[in-house]
Structures are given as C-alpha cells and as structure tokens.
C-alpha cells in the first residue's frame, strides 16, 4: 500500500510538471477569478474598479447617504479587491523573501492597498525602516498593465547584492500578476518572463551564493 501512494504521488507530480506552463504567466488575484489587468481595466467581463468607482459617482449623482445599502456595498465590493491583492503580494513576494531569510529576516508587511479607478498601490513596511514604507503600484494604461516601485523608501538603503535580490522578487511578482511593461528606479524585468526552471534555479543560486 505504501509503495502504491509513493507511485501515485511521483506520477500525480510527473504530471503537474507536465501541464504547468514553460513560463511565468498571469494567475488569478481576485476572488472571482479575476487577473490584476481585468481588475482595473474597463471591458465587458472585467473591470471590477472602473465598474465600482461608477456605480459609486452614480450613487452620489442620486444624493445617495454614504451610509445607505448600495453605498456600503459597493466599499465592499472595492475593499475585497484591497484583501485580495494583499493576500497576492503576501503569498507571492512576501513568503518567497521570508523563505530566504532576506535582510536577516526582517519583517516586511504590508502597510496599506489603495485602489482607484485604474491604479492599485500596495506600500510595503520593513522593520529595519519603519518610516520610509516602499510602495509597489499596478496601473492600467491603453490597456495594459504597468508596474513600477515607487516611491522606493526603504528599497534605497539596500546594500548592491540586497537590491538585485529584491528587484528579482518583484520581477518574478510582476510577472505573476501580468505586467506588461516596468517602469521607475528600479531595475525590473517583465518580459520576456522567467521560465519556472530559470525562477527556481534564480533562487536556488542565491540561497548558496553562487550568482545565476
């Protein structure tokens, strides 16, 4: 029976190693299944915030109360978005750093998600600066997503080798949330996307030392 579920399990991975796609791409954030460029970008079947914010600038146009049903459930509807990119950001940059003991293990969280209309701004705290927080943006332009890490606060006082590291998470968190095109102080790289082989052997290399 042992060897059975030994067996099962090597072929079960086999063959998710099999389906999983060559290179980094788009996963859902949303809690419907939504990409992060569907969340701000206004169509049909997406554009979660463009469709929120409106229905919110109609509620005021009515003379609706803040505190009336429809007004409140909206925020709702715009808060989830906020949890969800949080759990994004935590699940995919925040574990990932934490995992390798980055600057000794100092604590790095998230301090605030603002989303707008087009744009979402998550600002990220690390203990060893508490007051200069670094604040990764997504904004939707002609339909594309654009990321960048701006204003980059506490990012500044990394040493070199501390810096390549960071800026490697957040290509790879970029990457994940389907960013098109990097921009700001910070040297990302968005596409051509990373190969999972390379993204692990990228990790591997720096938890040994030795440069990818």
Same mark, same amino acid.
């Given at each position: 029976?042992?060897?059975?579920?030994?067996?099962?399990?090597?072929?079960?991975?086999?063959?998710?190693?099999?389906?999983?796609?060559?290179?980094?791409? #788009?996963?859902?954030?949303?809690? +419907?299944? !939504?990409?992060?460029?569907?969340?701000?970008?206004?169509?049909? +079947?997406?554009?979660?915030?463009?469709?929120?914010?409106?229905?919110?600038?109609?509620? /005021?146009?009515?003379?609706?109360?803040?505190?009336?049903?429809?007004?409140?459930?909206?925020?709702? %509807? *715009?808060?989830?978005?906020?949890?969800?990119?949080q759990r994004f950001v935590e699940r995919e940059l925040l574990n990932l750093l934490a995992?390798?003991?980055?600057? %000794?293990?100092? #604590? *790095?969280?998230?301090?605030?998600? +603002? #989303?707008s209309i087009n744009r979402i701004d998550v600002a990220l705290t690390c203990a060893t600066?508490?007051?200069?927080?670094?604040?990764?943006?997504?904004?939707?332009? #002609?339909?594309?997503?654009?990321?960048? /890490?701006?204003?980059?606060?506490? /990012?500044?006082?990394?040493?070199?080798?501390?810096?390549?590291?960071?800026a490697a998470a957040v290509s790879g968190l970029f990457q994940r949330a389907g960013v098109? !095109?990097?921009?700001?102080?910070?040297?990302?790289?968005?596409?051509?996307?990373?190969?999972?082989?390379?993204? /692990?052997?990228?990790?591997?290399?720096?938890?040994?030392?030795?440069?990818?």
């Amino acid at each position: 029976m042992f060897g059975f579920l030994v067996w099962e399990l090597k072929e079960n991975w086999r063959l998710y190693r099999a389906n999983r796609p060559r290179n980094m791409r #788009a996963e859902p954030v949303g809690s +419907h299944g !939504e990409t992060m460029l569907r969340l701000p970008r206004p169509a049909c +079947h997406s554009g979660t915030l463009p469709k929120a914010f409106s229905a919110l600038r109609r509620a /005021v146009q009515r003379g609706e109360s803040s505190d009336g049903k429809r007004f409140r459930r909206t925020w709702a %509807a *715009i808060h989830r978005v906020e949890l969800d990119v949080q759990r994004f950001v935590e699940r995919e940059l925040l574990n990932l750093l934490a995992d390798r003991r980055f600057l %000794a293990g100092a #604590a *790095i969280g998230v301090r605030s998600v +603002h #989303a707008s209309i087009n744009r979402i701004d998550v600002a990220l705290t690390c203990a060893t600066w508490p007051d200069r927080p670094a604040v990764l943006s997504w904004e939707c332009l #002609a339909g594309r997503l654009v990321g960048r /890490v701006s204003p980059t606060g506490w /990012v500044n006082y990394l040493e070199p080798a501390d810096c390549a590291t960071l800026a490697a998470a957040v290509s790879g968190l970029f990457q994940r949330a389907g960013v098109a !095109e990097a921009s700001g102080p910070v040297p990302l790289t968005v596409l051509p996307p990373f190969t999972w082989l390379n993204w /692990v052997h990228l990790w591997q290399s720096r938890v040994t030392g030795v440069q990818a």
